[in-house]
């Protein structure tokens, strides 16, 4: 069974309330939260999970990229993203938790594989390209294409309470043992914008309040 984490109940009562109720916050609303409390959703909330994944995969792609170099080129590349991802991912992980909340899902997933990426490969491509990594469009290419992917997975698997840190949180053995019915899951929803979330799917069904 997946974990879950927290999400918006159906507090109002008539028909008309409990479906809008049902959509929960909206991205506007996601962001709104980032404004009102930073240190609530980025530092408190400082994804461990996603800096530690992210800095491993996207050190592989850049050693992998940039492999015709030369080791050496190839290592200070790999080493560069590593360092950079893992103090940064925490931080994107946090945001992408935090839109996990937003309905309808396709809006959630539109903004986190837009907006996320135009934030993250600017400070990338500014870090390689002060250190002079080799084949940086390449490199900058790859790793785009890996944080669209990679952002609609974590929201999708955030929205299941699987790769979360806080309250509901599992561990990361717990998580990785879920990740395969996860990537089931994620591939059958349409790569996550499909499916509803399981707040929405309760309160679309839930009678208002009186109902005979």
Request: hydrophobic content about 45%; proline content about 6%; overall charge positive.
């Amino acid at each position: 069974m997946f974990l879950r984490i927290p999400e918006i109940g159906c507090s109002r009562t008539g028909s008309s309330t409990v479906a809008a109720d049902a959509m929960g916050p909206t991205v506007l609303d996601c962001a709104a939260d980032l404004v009102r409390d930073p240190y609530g959703v980025l530092i408190a909330r400082w994804n461990w999970k996603a800096a530690l994944f992210s800095s491993l995969m996207r050190g592989g792609i850049f050693f992998g990229v940039t492999a015709s170099a030369g080791l050496a080129a190839a290592l200070g590349a790999m080493y560069a993203e590593f360092a950079y991802r893992s103090i940064t991912a925490g931080f994107y992980g946090a945001l992408t938790q935090n839109f996990g909340k937003a309905e309808p899902r396709w809006s959630a997933s539109l903004a986190a594989s837009l907006g996320i990426p135009m934030v993250s490969h600017s400070v990338e491509l500014a870090v390689h390209a002060a250190r002079g990594t080799p084949h940086l469009g390449a490199n900058i290419s790859a790793s785009i294409c890996f944080t669209i992917l990679s952002t609609l997975f974590n929201l999708h698997a955030m929205r299941e309470g699987v790769l979360v840190v806080g309250e509901n949180s599992g561990s990361l053995a717990t998580d990785l043992r879920l990740l395969p019915r996860t990537l089931f899951s994620f591939f059958r929803s349409g790569l996550g914008p499909l499916r509803p979330s399981p707040t929405a799917e309760a309160c679309a069904t839930k009678p208002p309040s009186g109902a005979a």
